[in-house]
């Protein structure tokens, strides 16, 4: 089979060195359209609209399959327009899945290199129990450290409680003793700015996506390293996570 990746991230390095040994065939980008049977467009970077126009999409196979990491509103217009199939790697449950495990790693290297006291016998707050969550949550346990998670239904928290994870509810936050670390998981306001100032020293992490679980700028008013880490596969273990996406984008193409 024949493509083009077009690399703005340290994974797709991987990914292509992974569909070459599996047989597939790169061209440079804007090479051979009518000859390509995929497109692997950029991982969260924008599309360059002067290239990749209604020209260059009218010009590919109706079979060509399109990718991207995150994402993207231009690449679901222009596939609809042209009846092409497009695949957000990073919202497919399979690469989920996969991605917990680089992610947490990412998430406890960055704990470790930024905090001066150890993983084991913190208090550690994870909010959301997904997919990241509760790999996240489960690798902390067993490091020791004293791990709870915020959820908003039954079906949550017994999840938790069937990994030997503490579950609290958003009410609860402020009747516990506090939290050392605070590391949140989904894409929306959870903490109010309010309820951030009355959890001192608390190191706040957000691994989700926009619009953030809280105000990052209020939370590092509170603790100076409190950052937000987008993309950590992209950055630990970017060999594996790149891997990931081979093997997603061989078996989509293959029709496994």
Known sequence: MHGVILKDDKRYYYTEAYLKRQGFIFFEAVEAEGSLDFIIFPFMGEVDRSIYNDSYFASLRSDVVIFSGVLNEYLVEMCKKYGLSYHAMANVQSVKIKNATPTSEGVIAHLITNRNDTISNSRILIIGYGVCGSD??????????????????????????????????????????????????????????????????????????????????????????????????GKYAVRSAGVILGEFIEATLRGR
Do not use: Q, W
């Open 136 to 233: 996240l949550a489960k690798k902390l346990r067993l490091l020791g450290a004293d791990v709870y998670v915020l959820v908003r239904n039954k079906e949550k928290e017994d999840a938790a409680y069937t990994d030997a994870i503490t579950p609290i509810y958003l009410g609860e936050i402020l009747d516990e003793v506090g939290f050392n670390v605070i590391i949140n998981t989904v894409p929306s306001r959870v903490l109010t700015n309010e309820m951030i100032d009355k959890m001192a020293e608390t190191l706040f992490i957000d691994i989700a996506s926009k619009p953030y679980g809280f105000d990052i700028e209020h939370a590092k008013k509170v603790n100076e390293k409190s950052t937000v880490l987008p993309g950590i596969p």
